[in-house]
Nanobody, 125 residues
Framework: QVQLVESGGGLVQAGGSLRLSCAAS????????MGWFRQAPGKDRKYATA????????YYAGSVKGRFTISRDNAKNTVYLQMNSLKPEDTAVYYC??????????????????WGQGTQVTVSS
């Protein structure tokens, strides 16, 4: 069992930056692929990025590539999402998720086993 708690969301102006954190409980955190998804108002949840169990591989959706950076610290059971050059279309609830595969490169949310409660990110124009 893994419990995930996101933090770091908030209101930021376009062009600004935010860093989200996701703290995980459970001894097996280091064996999971960790991902970030986001859900804009009235839209489906979408994949943003993921990182393999050891941080060796990272994957990004085209919409965030070059602006967002995912990282993890297994000693702290935490995964991070650094978001730069934010745009109004980045406004969404951001969810942290854990997949039991060590290095899952796909974008399917049903492959993820555990989810956080989400944190709101609002980017004003």
């Amino acid at each position: 069992q893994v419990q995930l708690v996101e933090s770091g969301g908030g209101l930021v102006q376009a062009g600004g930056s935010l860093r989200l954190s996701c703290a995980a409980s459970g001894r097996t955190f280091s064996s999971y692929t960790m991902g970030w998804f986001r859900q804009a108002p009235g839209k489906d949840r979408k994949y943003a990025t993921a990182i393999s169990w050891d941080g060796g591989n990272t994957y990004y959706a085209g919409s965030v590539k070059g602006r967002f950076t995912i990282s993890r610290d297994n000693a702290k059971n935490t995964v991070y999402l650094q978001m730069n050059s934010l745009k109004p279309e980045d406004t969404a609830v951001y969810y942290c998720a854990a997949a039991s595969a060590r290095d899952y490169s796909g974008t399917r949310d049903y492959e993820y086993d555990y989810w956080g409660q989400g944190t709101q990110v609002t980017v004003s124009s």
